[in-house]
């Protein structure tokens, strides 16, 4: 069979141009001619959905309150008082009526030898004469009329504990007569005999002592200066010529 076969190239271009309309878009075809094909539907447009309402915020818990530090408890004192706290107050000043004239003199604090130490002093260590006194469960170092307490890295003086008993009274010490009873002093301390032996007493009222050591502190009490010294009020008088000091209160 045959296949047809155009005479001339117009039936090609013929036959090009008609495969060409139909290869075409109809829009394009229209649009070219001036015809325009209807328009085509929009599409209903699909319901939103509602918005979800926001859920509402949480509300933010309140934070904390600080809680304030506990205020730390005080250091311990390093030098411990011998005597327990609270300490007693002195008694109201009531002067002992004085049978010397006053005269003031101003404070010379009296040294009682290279073996005696104030109040406060603090030693590495103690000599092999050393004894270990016992007074109301608190054990004490006595070493030549000087009292002292063990702490950690040595020994620190302390006054005489009221009770405490030696053998022997320390060289230096002075005889005092008051009302009839002999007291022994020696560094601000007081003693007065106890069968055998030498007992820690109380200042009496009335003693006249020509020195006092370190440590005493002046105070004026209506006009008049006195010495304090552990507690003991001192007035200063002259007594034979010489400057003393009489106790006018005890502790």
Do not use: C
């Amino acid at each position: 069979m045959k296949s047809y076969q155009p005479k001339n190239k117009i039936s090609l271009i013929i036959i090009a141009f008609f495969a060409l309309l139909i290869m075409i878009p109809e829009d394009a075809t229209a649009q070219r001619f001036g015809h325009f094909a209807p328009p085509r539907p929009m599409p209903r447009p699909m319901p939103m959905p509602s918005p979800r309402p926001m859920p509402a915020p949480r509300p933010i818990p309140p934070a904390p309150r600080p809680i304030p530090p506990r205020p730390l408890p005080p250091p311990p004192h390093p030098y411990p008082h011998p005597y327990p706290y609270p300490r007693p107050l002195p008694p109201p000043f009531h002067p002992y009526p004085v049978p010397f004239p006053y005269a003031y003199h101003p404070f010379v604090p009296y040294y009682w030898g290279p073996t005696w130490y104030p109040i406060g002093f603090f030693a590495a260590t103690l000599t092999t004469a050393a004894i270990v006194i016992s007074v109301e469960n608190t054990n004490y170092n006595y070493d030549d009329g000087v009292y002292y307490v063990k702490e950690s890295n040595g020994y620190k003086v302390v006054p005489a504990p009221l009770g405490a008993t030696i053998s022997e009274l320390p060289k230096g010490y002075v005889t005092i007569n008051v009302s009839g009873t002999v007291y022994y002093y020696y560094g601000g301390t007081y003693y007065a005999k106890d069968t055998s032996k030498y007992k820690v007493v109380n200042a009496p009222v009335g003693a006249v002592v020509a020195h006092l050591p370190e440590g005493a502190e002046e105070k004026t009490i209506d006009g008049q200066k006195y010495l304090i010294y552990n507690n003991v009020y001192y007035q200063p008088i002259s007594k034979d010529g010489q400057d003393s000091y009489v106790v006018v209160q005890g502790k």
